[in-house]
């Protein structure tokens, strides 16, 4: 199977949540419902176009009305995952009382969400030839995408007078994204993803210093 996108699953994902955009007649929810099924059960590559159509209680001709292809169903079925993974990331960190504490949550909401997801996470396990590409090989689409999403929630922090106006969102927003996601595509090392103690102490310790730069000497 090809790489999933021309462009950024994530840029398309990021637009719907933040729009609330990305409604589906109930055919297509059915179909959406039954491939997240299947591939989360069998894998992306053992499954067929006519496996979801089965499992969705649809006709094969149906599905393809709604999907040309294969491809095009996995891509919708992956960007809905990701679109959810935004608007929990959203709703997350309204939680944390403090800007330190919402970078904290958020960067171990991020990683073990995705981590975490039967489906994107599985992918990255079993199938990684399949996703990894997408996300790292798009020409940096996918990166910035994640990067402006990042920027756009520390500039709010900064016009509300949350974190230094000396901090430059733009590349501490990079830093946090690059970070993360080497974390996600090349997990294991010193950091354990998948223990949360340590992934807040990492945050606290390495991220939530870089919104106090020190002052520059004069």
């Known amino acids: 199977m090809e790489p999933l996108l021309s462009e950024s699953l994530?840029?398309?994902a990021f637009a719907e949540a933040v729009e609330q955009a990305?409604?589906?007649d109930d055919v297509t929810m059915r179909l959406l419902d039954a491939a997240y099924e299947q591939f989360c059960r069998m894998g992306i590559r053992r499954s067929t176009m006519e496996?979801?159509?089965?499992?969705a209680g649809l006709s094969r001709i149906t599905a393809y009305r709604r999907f040309a292809t294969k491809d095009a169903l996995v891509e919708q079925v992956v960007r809905r995952?990701?679109?959810r993974y935004f608007d929990r990331f959203l709703i997350d960190i309204q939680e944390a009382g403090t800007v330190a504490d919402r970078v904290v949550l958020g960067f171990v909401s991020s990683l073990q969400a995705i981590r975490r997801n039967p489906l994107i996470g599985g992918l990255m396990s079993a199938e990684p030839d399949v996703l990894i590409p997408s996300l790292v090989s798009d020409g940096g689409r996918t990166l910035a995408t994640v990067q402006r999403f990042v920027a756009g929630q520390l500039r709010r922090e900064q016009q509300a007078g949350n974190i230094s106006a000396r901090v430059?969102?733009?590349?501490?927003?990079e830093l946090m994204t690059r970070l993360s996601c080497s974390f996600l595509v090349t997990p294991g090392g010193v950091v354990d993803i998948d223990d949360t103690g340590q992934l807040r102490a990492v945050a606290r310790r390495y991220l939530v210093p870089m919104l106090d730069p020190p002052?520059?000497?004069r």
Do not use: K, T, W, Y
Not at 51 to 55: G, I, L, S
Not at 168 to 173: G, P, Q, Y
């Open 215 to 217: 002052s520059e000497p």
């Open 168 to 173: 430059d969102v733009e590349v501490v927003a």
């Open 22 to 24: 990305g409604d589906h």
């Open 81 to 83: 995952e990701f679109r």
């Open 51 to 55: 496996d979801v159509a089965r499992r």
């Open 10 to 12: 994530l840029e398309r």
